[in-house]
């Protein structure tokens, strides 16, 4: 099985969802195991993701240096490790990207116009061998052995319209677009009052996130799944994973896991070489990433 990058350079425009200005986004093919670069184009500043250039998770995966960031990267990862995306330039002129309806399918839909380009190198994946975890009192993010890729997640909120939801995840390609990339982020409208005097949380709106005020959904529409604010968290799950740089084999259960969380298993797992080992997919070992990884 082969690396993959993208057949075309293609571009959009979106809004932030913490400045509420228009941000470009330009994604271009990269060549064989250069993995995934962002950069800044008003910065003139590139950054190779890896948990090291992670900067803050309090409300999203951001990366950076000093002080050029880019903000809410982790929708955009899913999307990009559910098409199983080797090799990626990403360039923003702003320091977050867009948020698009709060979900991953748009970023879907921009890499179906994009295309899938394979490259002449072999794909690799990080296959877990021994169980890790990283726990904050009752709250933990876990990676165990697997012979599949698998995300079992429950949350508990003290809010009626949420309460307790779990939903368990076999990841492939075509899952992931239909249970996983139409769940959009949520918020609380108590807290974008707040965030908004902060000046963050400008270009929010029900339009790009599910927002409830203390008893009930306050979007028309509804929920998009039974379970949206927890498959929302498995989205977010597999956009802060995407960050180990390859594909993943092993079984990832949370219970009211965070980005925090999230950052601190990948660099657990990266500083614990006897936790996985790289496999480069060549012959029947091929067959059954290239299943997962089918995009029909």
Known sequence: MQQTTIQKAIEITGIGLHKGVPIKLRIEPAKENSG??????????????????????????????????????????????AYGIDNIHILVN?????????????????????GI???????????????????DGEKFVRFSPSEYSTYDFKIDFKHPAIAQQSYKFTFSTK?????????RTFGFLHEVQYLRSKGLALGGSLNNAIVLDQTRILNKEGLRY???????????????????????IGSYVSYA????????????????????????????????????????
Do not use: W
């Open 175 to 183: 899952a992931y677009k239909e249970e996983i990339a139409k769940a």
């Open 117 to 135: 380009q394979k490259q002449n190198a072999p794909k690799r994946i990080m296959k877990i061998t021994r169980q890790v975890e990283v726990r």
């Open 226 to 248: 039974k379970e949206e604010f927890v498959r929302h968290k498995i989205l977010d799950a597999i956009g802060d994973m995407c960050l180990l740089g390859l594909p993943i």
């Open 257 to 296: 896991g965070s980005h925090k969380l999230n950052h601190l298993l990948t660099k657990e797992i990266l500083n614990n070489e006897n936790v996985y080992e790289i496999i480069y997919l060549e012959g029947k070992k091929a067959d059954i990433i290239e299943k997962i990884f089918a995009l029909s």
């Open 94 to 114: 702003n320091e977050e990207l867009p948020i698009m309806d709060g979900s991953s399918i748009g970023f879907c839909m921009l890499l179906n116009e994009a």
């Open 36 to 81: 995934y670069t962002f950069t800044r184009t008003d910065r003139d500043m590139s950054f190779k993701l890896s948990p090291k250039v992670v900067v803050d998770t309090t409300m999203a995966t951001v990366i950076g240096c000093d002080d050029v960031r880019i903000s809410t990267i982790e929708h955009f990862l899913s999307a990009l490790y």
